[in-house]
């Protein structure tokens, strides 16, 4: 079954040994790469703001849904990485305007940091999309 890894350009392009997506077989199912709040230029939004720090990396993780033709309705599982789980727990108003029922199953873990000390959370996902919606990335690798 062959896997190919695709780097939107709507989000930041990786910087180390992994992508933004991962398409399995037939290209329904993605698994996408954790995303943390870099905007597209790579720079951190929101420092010292979970908020703006959650928003951003949801954001990312539409953005590298819609190059696939997917939508956040689509995702079916999601992990989060959080450096204050607290602070994190103060932001389901922000998860609402993202998804609707049925939710994701999800997971959330709280470490003692991440790559940059300036990151709160990264939030990484898996996806389903439909065949009749799905489409092939226009650049993969």
Not at 25 to 47: A, D, W, Y
């Amino acid at each position: 079954m062959p896997i190919d890894s695709f780097n939107p350009d709507s989000v930041w392009r990786p910087f180390g040994a992994f992508s933004m997506a991962v398409v399995q077989g037939t290209g329904q199912v993605v698994h996408m790469k954790g995303q943390v709040s870099l905007n597209r230029e790579g720079n951190i939004v929101g420092e010292d703001d979970i908020e703006k720090q959650v928003t951003q990396a949801l954001e990312n993780i539409q953005s590298v849904l819609a190059s696939f033709g997917g939508c956040m309705e689509d995702i079916y599982s999601l992990t989060h990485h959080v450096t204050d789980i607290d602070e994190f727990m103060k932001t389901g108003h922000i998860r609402n305007q993202y998804f609707k029922p049925p939710y994701p199953v999800t997971t959330t873990v709280e470490v003692s940091r991440l790559y940059d000390p300036k990151l709160m959370v990264e939030i990484t996902g898996s996806a389903e999309i439909p065949l009749d919606r799905f489409k092939e990335p226009d650049e993969i690798g």
